[in-house]
């Protein structure tokens, strides 16, 4: 993450001019060089979209939305660390080749240790006003919560330190502590994104784009707070088959509750409303043009349909309100749906290149999986197996007529099963037959993908024995523009922005928790008291909006009268709609699915076939005991450092390890 201010670049190497131990007076002799110092802390963080290669976080190649053929068979070492993970390879003495692996944790803790100091000394500087002390508290206590929301994502309950600004030479008996149960971790780290949210700014000028706002304080506690009521970490079958033997040894104490809490779901749902609420975000849209691709006819789901948005799906393209956002055709900087984001450069180069074709200069091979595929909706609502019957849906034949919407072009001759689906699809996977435009170069403009074997970019014409091939015979594609290249005169790429939060998921986030409410339950956030139900409209009114703007008729009568349908609804939802968003892996896991995603075979299409009739088959990509992934209730966490434990005696290992 970087949150320093753009025109302060020297505030991005802060250590450099001030030591931790033996400057520190230096550092808060004035404000400036507090900020400095405290911007240097929030440097300290990885680039959020670092997800795929030399991955900090296990990320969409550890789950069933990515795959990847680079392995340790290839002979340099996979750098992959989410398929390290999914293949069981990650271990406490193990976290992947390269400088940066999943072992991150020393790194969020002396994040924590700057915060603590600058919390410390806070009143130190002479010149300090008022209204500076409250905004560095308010960024400071932010990046501290954010250093723990990390930790507890991906390493289940931190130890927590507080304020306390831990000594340097001391004996271990004075480091030794227990890890807090998950439920007390999780109210400290909400708890300081609440102090956070009440002294931090609520909008930042242009040239701070990327600095957090009161908004993306609210808005992560809200995410914290439904994965918190899940079943993972709620109580019930799940939590006790995953937890139910793990237990604090000084008290005896689960250290995940094995009691059913339905009030967390109110807590969710009052969260995602505080958002709501403050008026500052809504779903980015673009109207519609000569280009935009006709609604479908015959939809009858929802009487609303064909009203104008926010009513209907009417009045904007579909395909340019969901792609522009990634793509960098948006300006990110005042798009009303990012309440964080940030440019990256991780984004523009390792992921862009990572699935543009091979002919064009790409890798070919960041890799989607066909249950992905499988998951998007026909453009009229229905699901494939629903199209089916009337043969709106195919595998077998290929399309007659070229499309074009909103300057996309499909292509007459693509594969039947990419026909007639919704406007996401076309906007994030890149299939055989997709069509990549190129467009800031005079050569190779509009180029057709051709993942035939000995096809341009497949793994014959690759050559064989090169990972640089789509193994599923998809990639990911929403983030890249139409004017990208790699190669050619006057290549180049359209700067792109990282979505940390966005107010999607917001609401979906309501959505999902009114839909597993049974009861009324009243909740104080703050100084705000909110009551809440299973209100079926409340529930309708937020989830049609995300997929009315994906050009999709509302849900019908009875997702919306069951629970169960409706929350099987939410979950392709979320699953389309984040796509590569760094949220599936969190997602399988809290709702206690995780097992059954990872034993569903991760098919695609048969990169060895060199014609339509033996490409076009779902096959298991590789025959690799690398690619071979690993089932095991372990894997909801990384594991923690054997070194840090060898050092901290009372600290217990996440289950499994």
Known sequence: MSLAVTSCNDYLNIDEYFDDEFQIDSAFSSTRNMEAYMWGAAAMFLDESSTIRFAHTPGPMATDEGFNGLTNANGSGNIYHGMDFATGRITPDFYGEGATNLNQWGRYYKIIRKANTILQNIDKPKDLTNASRARIEGYTRFIRAYAYYYLILDYGPPILVGDELVNTNEEIAYYDRERPTYDEAMEYICGEFEKAAVLMPTEVGILDFGKPTKGAALALVARLRLIHASPLFNGGPVANSYFGSWTR?????????????????????????????????????????????????????????????????????????????????????????????????YLNTTINQGSFPPSLGGWGRFCVTQKVVDAYLMDDGRTKEEASSDGYYSE??????????????????VYNMYA????????????????WQNLSVVSK???????????????????????????????????????????????????????????????????????????????????????VNRNVEEIKSSFNLVRYRAGLPGLKSAELNNPELMQDAIERERMVEFLWENLRYYDVRRWGIYEDTEREPMSGMNPDGATADTYYRRVIPGSSSFLKREVNKKLVWIPIPRAELRRLPSVSQNPGY
Do not use: C
């Open 420 to 435: 007639n689906r919704e406007m996401r699809f076309y906007a994030s996977v890149g299939f055989n037959g997709a069509v």
């Open 396 to 413: 077998t034949g290929f399309t007659t007529q070229t499309r074009r919407f909103a300057g996309y072009p499909l292509n007459a001759g």
């Open 445 to 531: 403009t509009n180029h057709v993908a051709d993942y035939f074997y000995q096809g341009a970019d497949g793994r014959g014409g690759v050559t064989a024995s090169s990972p640089n091939y789509p193994i599923t015979g998809y990639v990911i594609k929403k983030y890249n523009h139409p004017m990208d290249a790699l190669t050619g005169t006057g290549n180049r790429r359209i700067d792109k922005a990282y979505s940390i939060i966005r107010y999607a998921e917001i609401l979906l986030i309501y959505a999902e928790a009114l839909n597993n409410l049974t009861g009324s339950h009243t909740v104080q956030l703050g100084d705000q008291s909110y009551t």
């Open 249 to 345: 040894q000084s008290d005896g104490a689960h250290y995940v509750s094995q009691v059913y809490d339905e009030k967390r779901w109110a807590v969710a749902a009052a969260a995602a409303k505080r958002v709501i609420d403050l008026g500052k975000y809504k779903l980015h849209t673009a109207e519609a043009d000569e280009l935009t691709a006709p609604l479908p006819k015959g939809v009858t789901s929802d009487p609303n349909f064909y009203n104008t948005y926010p009513n209907g799906a009417g009045g904007i393209d579909a395909f340019r309100s969901y792609s522009d956002i990634f793509t960098g055709e948006e300006y990110a900087a005042v798009n009303p749906e990012f309440i964080w984001a940030r440019n990256t450069v």
